[in-house]
């Protein structure tokens, strides 16, 4: 089922979303609302294999119109971030020092919502449809407003600077190519 590649488009950095609100994201998470969804359990068998998935993913810019279901977002979040060990809390990408920089958001028509991986849940940060916003903060992009879900990584650097100084900067961007690739692979299953 190729449920990414024709309904969301990926969406990087905390440039992008520095640009779409003008706020820092501790700011962001502070902001208090009561809406929380819990995500159902990830799948973790296909009947898709690995390699049929790198052998059909593809990067597409027309989406159809309807709205991903709930387990659909579920899965793909999970890849992304999702605890995968619960002992340790290790994710499903790999991170530098086990110190997991990203924060995941999801943005929909009814808001943005960041995810939480330690109880698989997302909880609303803002009301309303910003996709118009984030396209045009991500160089004019329009087709990002178009696709009914889509997912902006951002990563707090000194989560990893703090340890590993300037070189944790490169192992940051490294990471959300981990995330990435999980993302697009797991829309393809």
Request: charged fraction near 20%; proline fraction near 5%.
């Amino acid at each position: 089922m190729l449920y990414l590649n024709s309904t969301m488009r990926l969406i990087f950095g905390i440039v992008a979303i520095g640009l779409l609100w003008g706020i820092s994201l501790p700011t962001l998470e502070s902001q208090t609302m009561d809406k929380e969804i819990v995500l159902p359990a990830p799948r973790l068998k296909s009947e898709v294999s690995l390699e049929e998935a790198i052998s059909q993913r593809r990067s597409i810019r027309r989406y159809r119109p309807e709205e991903l279901t709930i387990g659909q977002i579920s899965q793909l979040l999970w890849s992304a971030q999702g605890i995968t060990e619960g002992g340790m809390g290790f994710r499903a990408a790999p991170s530098a020092g086990a110190l997991y920089p990203a924060e995941i958001y999801l943005v929909k028509k009814d808001g943005v919502f960041h995810y939480k991986p330690g109880k698989h849940r997302l909880k609303q940060v803002l009301e309303g449809d910003v996709r118009d916003q984030l396209a045009e903060a991500s160089w004019g992009q329009k087709f990002i407003a178009q696709a009914p879900v889509d997912i902006v990584i951002t990563m707090v650097y000194e989560r990893v600077t703090s340890r590993y100084g300037p070189r944790g900067r490169r192992y940051t961007d490294i990471e959300v190519g981990h995330i990435a690739q999980n993302i697009h692979l797991q829309a393809v299953v």
